[in-house]
């Protein structure tokens, strides 16, 4: 975590759950950009213009607010947004009872 908030959904994902996560995100983010590269989650950015300020920038001013970070795990699933109080935090507790509302309907 780079100075941001970890949101933690304790249990074993279910399936679809990072697809339901991306189309949650595109209310908000319009134009986000998605990178899997990450085999243990991925990266969801604001745009494709706040991808390239983090690979240019990395942490900073200017890409505050801009990408979440979803770590995907047999167990459980954490958000990595912001610090509590800021937009992206907002969203990815927004998306934190999303995926438990879907966890209790699917299950």
Do not use: C
């Not at 979803?70 to 937009?87: F, Q, R, Y």
Request: glycine share 10%; hydrophobic share 45%.
């Amino acid at each position: 975590m780079i100075g941001g908030n970890d949101t933690y959904l304790a249990g074993a994902p279910a399936a679809g759950e990072g697809e339901l996560i991306e189309r949650l995100l595109r209310y908000w983010w319009p134009h986000l950009v998605v990178e899997r590269d990450d085999p243990h989650g991925f990266f969801v950015y604001r745009s494709a213009d706040a991808k390239a300020a983090w690979e240019r920038d990395g942490a900073s001013t200017e890409t505050s607010g801009t990408m979440i970070h979803v770590v995907v795990g047999s167990e459980s699933m954490t958000i990595v947004s912001d610090v509590g109080g800021s937009k992206t935090y907002a969203i990815a507790q927004a998306v934190r009872r999303a995926v438990l509302a879907m966890r209790v309907i699917i299950r």
